[in-house]
């Protein structure tokens, strides 16, 4: 007898970072996610964009396991989250998502190296000095492991809060208006650094910014309007941009 073939689909694994399907959030009468589509190619960087209330955050916080979609499919790293129990998604966030908001969220009494760490130490895991200084080194600050955030500026605070974030090699880093309290000096400078992250490493990035700077370091810019995507616009090899509509 011939073997029979095996189901082609049982063997088709999901290369997205991140798959978000038919994803609907629904807050009270307010609809802010209205049957979002997006993929996320994994050493990618998109950015996603949108006048206030258009979902931006909403779409941010049930991406990364952070809030439930009313309905739909988020898949991280070819893992559906919508299913999980609490403990599993506060496992998953801590193995496979980083998250940088834009306050700092850093502990002032402990040092640029101690802030780096906690979360891996919080988890119940061990962490080397050499780990922790990788981290920084990562973010340009390898010589500012011992300081406090007081002694850093607003730059090297997200730096920090960034190192924090990588430390356990998430498969997605998402920013929540990561440039959003420095100034314009300053973000470029982290900006630059996110991108060399995707560049350099290979990190896939999901960032929401209103900073049209800073979302043209993305590969892609996805445009939120009403909970729905409204465009998209790809980076050309030439550095400049082709738009797309959504329907």
């Known amino acids: 007898m011939t073997p029979t073939a095996p189901h082609t689909s049982a063997l088709v694994t999901d290369t997205a970072a ?20 997006l993929i996320v190619p994994a050493g990618t960087f998109t950015a996603v964009t949108g006048p206030s209330g258009s979902g931006k955050s909403t779409l ?38 980083g998250f940088v908001f834009q306050s700092f969220n850093l502990l002032p009494s402990l040092t640029a190296a101690q802030n780096v760490a906690l979360p891996v ?33 607003g730059g090297q605070q997200q730096r920090v809060a960034i190192a924090r974030a990588l430390i356990a090699r998430p498969a997605v880093l998402f920013g929540d208006e990561p440039t959003g309290a420095l100034d314009r000096v300053t973000s470029r400078q982290v900006m630059r650094m996110l991108r060399d992250l995707v560049d350099r490493d290979g990190r896939t990035i999901v960032m929401v910014t209103h900073d049209p700077d800073a979302a043209a370091y993305a590969d ?22 082709t738009a797309c509509r959504a329907s």
């Open 18 to 37: 991140v798959r978000l399907t038919a994803l609907h959030r629904v807050h009270g009468n307010v609809r802010a996610l209205d049957g979002v589509d």
């Open 60 to 97: 941010l916080s049930c991406a990364a396991g952070l809030d439930r979609p009313t309905s739909g499919s988020v898949r991280i790293d070819g893992t559906e989250l919508t299913g999980l129990s609490e403990r599993r998604l506060t496992l998953l966030r801590r193995e496979r998502i």
């Open 121 to 153: 130490r919080l988890a119940g895991r061990r962490v080397s000095r050499a780990e922790v200084r990788e981290a920084l080194a990562r973010v340009g600050l390898e010589g500012r492991a011992g300081h406090r955030p007081s002694e850093l500026s």
């Open 220 to 241: 892609r810019v996805v445009t939120l309007v009403d909970g729905r995507i409204a465009s998209t616009a790809e980076r050309t090899a030439d550095g400049g941009r």
